[in-house]
């Protein structure tokens, strides 16, 4: 195992830092050998099957062109959940964790009923799910392809969540039920903001998932917030995760649609990342 780590850090050095070389290290040798960092530690000095090996010079070839580790491997943590992905979908990321805590951490009555829409992977609403007790989950994606993978996440993680395919920009041709909670990741990076991404993102991450035109940042936004003042149970909850930049825009339009007690919440970075309101 010493050799192979020496191996991946030469291999790997100059192309990423130290630190996630390291991260690296433990998440290939969970990922492929199914050693757990605990194990690594005890077995260093255990020599690993030719056949992991091959695995392994596979997957370092492929960091080396900057493809994100978890589509590599095909899975990623989020919540407590091991979640299949592919670049159908976005990776989650750790804010959008931060979100599902907040959520978590209010009081909801049994037989509440959640809507996450734009759900990707279905990390969110999988994991609310998990953590809410008595509680109906529902999920909805325009791409056939990213609820795909929301449902295959479902049945490994066992899980009773409902995933259906929905254009949210087209909501109004479509019966919908009341929901007591909506809430949504929708894409909000400007095109403008780019060139300020890690190339493993924008090479690989699904852009229709990323961006939205400087023009029109709130794209998806207002049409989400019309949707929900309509399909809100009476003083239903509206979450959002935002743009850093954009809080102020996006504290505006959520009063024009007919949302109060709006509150807007920084992530752990002290970048406003995450918004709620109450329909009136």
Request: hydrophobic share 40%.
């Amino acid at each position: 195992m010493k050799a192979t780590i020496q191996y991946i850090n030469s291999e790997l050095a100059g192309f990423y830092p130290v630190s996630e070389i390291q991260s690296f290290i433990r998440i290939i040798f969970e990922a492929v050998c199914g050693i757990s960092f605990t194990g690594q530690i005890i077995r260093k000095n255990e020599k690993i099957s030719l056949t992991d090996f091959e695995k392994i010079k596979s997957v370092i070839s492929r960091l080396k062109n900057f493809e994100p580790i978890q589509y590599i491997l095909g899975e990623t943590e989020f919540y407590g959940l091991k979640l299949a992905v592919n670049p159908s979908v976005l990776i989650p990321r750790p804010e959008t964790e931060e979100l599902v805590q907040w959520i978590i951490k209010r009081n909801w009555p049994e037989n509440c009923k959640i809507l996450d829409i734009g759900t990707g992977s279905g990390c969110i609403a999988l994991a609310l799910k998990k953590q809410l007790n008595n509680v109906d989950v529902f999920g909805i994606d325009i791409s056939e392809n990213a609820l795909e993978v929301a449902k295959q996440n479902a049945i490994k993680s066992n899980l009773d969540v409902g995933f259906f395919q929905a254009d949210i920009l087209k909501w109004k041709h479509c019966n919908w039920q009341i929901f007591d909670v909506i809430v949504s990741n929708p894409p909000y990076i400007r095109e403008s903001e780019k060139q300020q991404m890690h190339n493993n993102v924008i090479n690989f991450e699904p852009a229709n998932a990323l961006f939205v035109p400087d023009e029109n940042p709130l794209v998806f936004y207002r049409p989400i917030a019309s949707f929900a003042h309509k399909h809100l149970s009476d003083n239903g909850m509206l979450f959002f995760e935002i743009n850093e930049n954009l809080g102020s825009e996006m504290n505006e339009m959520l009063i024009e649609s007919g949302f109060a007690e709006i509150e807007i919440r920084k992530d752990i970075n002290g970048k406003d990342r995450m918004v709620s309101c109450r329909k009136i």
